[in-house]
C-alpha cells in the first residue's frame, strides 16, 4: 500500500502546478549555477564575496537541501519511469534484448519479439539497439533534464511521457509489431504499424491487470490467519 502512494506521488501528485517540487527544481538549478560559478571564481574578487557571505548563507542552505530533495526524488522517479517502459513494451510485445555483440542470438530474440530489422537498430558488427532501450533513452532524456522534465509533466502524468515516448520511437524507427488474426485458429499473426490507438489499448490492458493484481495482494494481507 505504501508503495503504491509513493508512486502516485511520483507520477503525478508531485507534478500539479500547486506542487513544491516546482519550486525544488528551480532552487537546484540555482544551487548549481552557485556552484558552478564558486569552482570559476575561486580566486578572485575574494573581498567582495566575503561582503555578501552572511546574506547568501541562508539561501545556500535552502539551495542545498532542495538540491538533495530533487535528486532523490528523481532518483525514484527514474525507477517507476523504467519499469513502466518494460512493462508497456512487453505488453506491445517490442524488443527487449540486448545488442548482438553481448549475445550471439540477439537477432533472433528480436525477431522472436516481433521487432527484428524494423527496429532499426542496425550497427557496426550487426549490433542491434532494442527497440525498449530506445524509448528508455528518450524517457531518460527528459528525465535527466529537470527543467524539462518539469515543463513537460506540470500537471501531467509520467505515463504521458512514456506513452508519446513508445509512439514517437515506434514512428520514427518504423518498428512493427505482431498482430494475431482474428478468426485463426492455427494463432497465425501478421505484422501491423504501432498506432497510438494499439499503444493505448495495451495501456489500458496493463493498467486492468496491475489493478487487480494489487486488489488480490491486498485480500491476501487482510485475509485473517
Known amino acids: 500500500h505504501m508503495n503504491s502512494l509513493?508512486?502516485?506521488?511520483?507520477?503525478?501528485?508531485?507534478?500539479?502546478?500547486?506542487?513544491?517540487?516546482?519550486?525544488?527544481?528551480?532552487?537546484?538549478?540555482q544551487h548549481q549555477r552557485q556552484q558552478k560559478e564558486?569552482?570559476?571564481?575561486?580566486?578572485?574578487?575574494?573581498?567582495?564575496?566575503?561582503?555578501?557571505?552572511?546574506?547568501?548563507?541562508?539561501?545556500?542552505?535552502?539551495?542545498?537541501?532542495?538540491?538533495?530533495?530533487?535528486?532523490?526524488?528523481?532518483?525514484?522517479?527514474?525507477?517507476?519511469?523504467?519499469?513502466?517502459?518494460?512493462?508497456m513494451c512487453s505488453q506491445l510485445q517490442l524488443s527487449t534484448g540486448i545488442s548482438s555483440s553481448s549475445r550471439g542470438n540477439a537477432g533472433?530474440?528480436?525477431?522472436?519479439?516481433g521487432v527484428g530489422a524494423d527496429s532499426g537498430g542496425g550497427?557496426?558488427?550487426?549490433?542491434?539497439?532494442?527497440?525498449?532501450?530506445?524509448?528508455?533513452?528518450?524517457?531518460?532524456?527528459?528525465?535527466?533534464?529537470?527543467?524539462?522534465?518539469?515543463a513537460l509533466l506540470r500537471g501531467r502524468h509520467l505515463d504521458s511521457v512514456v506513452l508519446c515516448s513508445i509512439y514517437g520511437v515506434c514512428k520514427v524507427c518504423g518498428v512493427h509489431v505482431r498482430t494475431r488474426v482474428s478468426g485463426s485458429g492455427s494463432g497465425s499473426s501478421s505484422r501491423g504499424e504501432v498506432t497510438f490507438r494499439k499503444v493505448i489499448s495495451s495501456y489500458t490492458k496493463l493498467s486492468?491487470?496491475?489493478?487487480?493484481?494489487?486488489?488480490?495482494?491486498?485480500?491476501?494481507?487482510?485475509?485473517?490467519g
Open 38 to 87: 564558486k569552482s570559476k571564481s575561486a580566486t578572485g574578487k575574494s573581498a567582495d564575496r566575503a561582503s555578501d557571505t552572511g546574506t547568501s548563507t541562508g539561501t545556500a542552505a535552502a539551495s542545498a537541501a532542495a538540491s538533495a530533495a530533487v535528486t532523490l526524488f528523481f532518483r525514484k522517479l527514474s525507477s517507476v519511469a523504467a519499469s513502466r517502459v518494460f512493462n
Open 123 to 150: 550497427g557496426a558488427g550487426g549490433a542491434q539497439v532494442s527497440t525498449t532501450d530506445r524509448v528508455w533513452t528518450a524517457v531518460k532524456y527528459v528525465l535527466d533534464n529537470k527543467p524539462v522534465a518539469a
Open 6 to 29: 509513493e508512486e502516485r506521488v511520483l507520477e503525478s501528485v508531485a507534478w500539479t502546478d500547486g506542487s513544491s517540487l516546482h519550486d525544488a527544481i528551480r532552487l537546484q538549478q
Open 108 to 113: 533472433t530474440a528480436t525477431n522472436g519479439a
Open 208 to 224: 486492468k491487470r496491475e489493478n487487480n493484481a494489487q486488489v488480490r495482494a491486498g485480500a491476501n494481507v487482510h485475509r485473517p
